[in-house]
């Protein structure tokens, strides 16, 4: 009896091993995902420090940015609404608020067109600001908190302001940054007064010039505009 239970005991013991052995070799012959091809170039980012501040591997991200510019800029897409943003800006001339020596900002500016359409026309003092940076036109920062004093500018730009997380938030942002008697412009999809109406009650410390309903890149939208410094009736 006792050597029966040994015999089956040593019989289970040999399936386990065998069992555990074959698992063991298909692991190793299973090739994981994550795991480098035998052909893929050896890399060693340990040792890949610049020899010097003057090794020339350094200044290529900004070669290759100013090459990526340079493209973007020249691009079909990018003319033609900068020229449609120069069409925009040139009413605001127009309309005698904003000049050449205006200092303009413009909030979720994306890769800048607006800004370098304002630079074109003679404004030179531009700031454009989104989340993430867009050199040289735009640069980071967060819409909800900018970072400038008050009344630094004589007029804030987005057509971004429906977009916003907090457009409260957003829209007393610009205002704070605008000088008293400045203007915050909105561009928004194309709509009536209502829409409108709640666009501007927004803007708590500004009074409502005017809506016009315009054509930005080719997109019908509605451009409202707010004096900054005195209250709105509400
Ligand atoms: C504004 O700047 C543009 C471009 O430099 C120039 O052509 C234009 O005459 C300027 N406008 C005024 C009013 O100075
Ligand atoms: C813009 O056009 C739409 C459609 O014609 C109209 O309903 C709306 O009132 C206009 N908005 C403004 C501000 O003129």
């Not at 904003?98 to 026309?121: K, T, Y």
């Amino acid at each position: 009896m006792g050597n029966h239970i040994q015999n089956f005991l040593n019989k289970i013991s040999i399936a386990c091993a065998s069992i555990a052995t074959i698992t063991l070799l298909f692991l190793y012959l299973q090739t994981p995902e994550t795991c480098i091809p035998p052909n893929a170039p050896i890399t060693k980012p340990h040792v890949k420090f610049p020899s010097s501040t003057c090794d020339p591997s350094l200044n290529h991200p900004y070669l290759s940015l100013a090459k990526k510019n340079q493209r973007l800029w020249s691009s079909k897409s990018w003319l033609s609404q900068l020229s449609s943003f120069t069409a925009f800006f040139s009413q605001l001339q127009h309309l005698n608020l904003l000049h050449n020596h205006s200092r303009v900002l413009c909030v979720s500016a994306g890769a800048g067109h607006e800004v370098m359409a304002l630079n074109n026309m003679g404004v030179s003092d531009v700031t454009g600001v989104e989340l993430v940076d867009s050199l040289p036109l735009v640069r980071r920062a967060d819409p909800n908190n900018l970072p400038f004093f008050d009344g630094m500018f004589d007029l804030a730009f987005s057509a971004r302001l429906v977009e916003a997380l907090f457009p409260l938030r957003f829209a007393g942002e610009m205002e704070r940054t605008v000088r008293r008697g400045g203007v915050c412009v909105i561009v928004v999809d194309e709509c009536g007064e209502e829409e409108v109406g709640e666009i501007v009650r927004l803007f708590r410390g500004s009074k409502f010039v005017g809506a016009e309903n315009v054509t930005l890149i080719g997109v019908k939208m509605t451009r409202i505009i707010m004096r900054v410094g005195v209250s709105s009736p509400s």
